[in-house]
């Protein structure tokens, strides 16, 4: 496709959306708690390293979004909830972690499970 | 993939340096780099994932390179592996380039 000067200036200032506008019935809600699936694809994967096995609780849907792991490898969109999950430093660094300290992370619906 | 591109949580380098007064970009080819993007992406020849795959793809390299050297890095993975441009071509260039600042 084609795009002139004022087409590329307005899709600059206003960036792009991975968001995807169908509906798919979410897995969790907030509260709820979830492990982190322990995944190590050589293929791309947007699961941070330091929260795999690690569990902690839906804060928030942002909606349904492309699936960057099929998406990177030409497998389609597989269009799925991302949601913002709540982990304690503790949970994630140990000892090192300090005691008020949380992180909040983006996480895909395939990248984790219920957490008994 | 367990790569260079997932730092978070790696000890060993040192502050983050917040600049004051921060240019958008520090050198001119930078934001050559940084106008390449729509029209390189607007080919349709790769997706957001596949750009970023091909940045973490770089290896050790990743370390020792500034942000927008990442983003030309992968510019020149893509467009060789979607067949856009040929590696003889990349060569070619790059000798003209070096002939033309000796």
Do not use: C
Not at chain 2, 74 to 81: K, V
């Amino acid at each position: 496709m084609a795009i002139n000067v004022t087409q590329a200036m307005a899709a600059t200032l206003a960036g792009a959306t991975a968001r995807v506008e169908v509906s798919v019935t979410p897995r969790f809600q907030p509260g709820d708690r979830v492990r982190m699936r322990n995944l190590n694809p050589p293929s791309h994967t947007r699961l941070p390293r330091y929260i795999k096995g690690k569990v902690g609780v839906i804060e928030r849907d942002h909606g349904v979004f492309v699936y960057p792991d099929t998406h990177a490898a030409g497998q389609g969109e597989k269009p799925q909830h991302v949601y913002v999950v709540r982990f304690t430093g503790k949970e994630l660094w140990g000892p090192q972690g300090g005691a008020n300290d949380e992180l909040l992370v983006d996480v895909w619906d395939d990248y984790m499970d219920p957490a008994s | 993939m367990n790569g260079v591109h997932d730092l978070g949580g790696m000890h060993g380098f040192g502050s983050i340096v917040v600049e004051k007064d921060e240019p958008v970009f520090h050198h001119e080819w930078e934001r050559r780099v940084f106008g390449m993007f729509l029209p390189v992406f607007a080919t349709g020849a790769f997706n957001i994932d596949e750009f970023r795959h091909a940045i973490e793809r770089m290896g050790p390299d990743y370390l020792q390179t500034s942000y927008y050297e990442h983003w030309l890095a992968a510019f020149e993975t893509l467009l060789e592996e979607k067949g856009m441009i040929s590696a003889g071509e990349f060569s070619a260039r790059r000798a003209r380039i070096a002939g033309e600042n000796a």
